[in-house]
Nanobody, 133 residues
Framework: QVQLTESGGGSVQAGGSLRLSCAVA??????????LGWFRQAPETEREVIAR???????TYADSVKGRFTISKSNDANTLYLQMNSLKPEDTAMYSC?????????????????????????WGQGTQVTVFS
């Protein structure tokens, strides 16, 4: 069983920064064996993946956040982070973290870094980020 709990959302002026955290609690399987990701969903849009991190530390980003956002994880604290810099009003959304066992992809664990939204089965409740101009 996997439990994900996000925190760190809020309101910030454009150009500012926020850091989101996601506490990852797993039972029966080590936290280190999960591919982890951050997603966001703005009103009347579909949820989109914005960053993924493999168990080996490799990362991928959506073009819309590349160079501004950084995904990372704390191996000893079971926490996933999303550092968001140079925020824009279009970054306003509900942000959620997600987890999927690294062995879920028959083609190989590297699919973690390109996994679409439909591949992820474990989700947090989300934290709201609002960027005002």
């Amino acid at each position: 069983q996997v439990q994900l709990t996000e925190s760190g959302g809020g309101s910030v002026q454009a150009g500012g920064s926020l850091r989101l955290s996601c506490a990852v609690a797993v039972s029966g399987y080590t936290y280190r064996n999960y591919c982890l990701g951050w997603f966001r969903q703005a009103p009347e849009t579909e949820r989109e993946v914005i960053a993924r991190i493999h168990t080996d530390g490799n990362t991928t980003y959506a073009d819309s956040v590349k160079g501004r956002f950084t995904i990372s994880k704390s191996n000893d604290a079971n926490t996933l982070y999303l550092q968001m810099n140079s925020l824009k009003p279009e970054d306003t959304a509900m942000y959620s973290c997600a987890a999927e066992p690294i062995g879920s992809w028959p083609g190989g664990d590297w699919f973690c870094l390109s996994a679409p939204r439909a591949d992820w089965r474990h989700w947090g409740q989300g934290t709201q980020v609002t960027v005002f101009s």
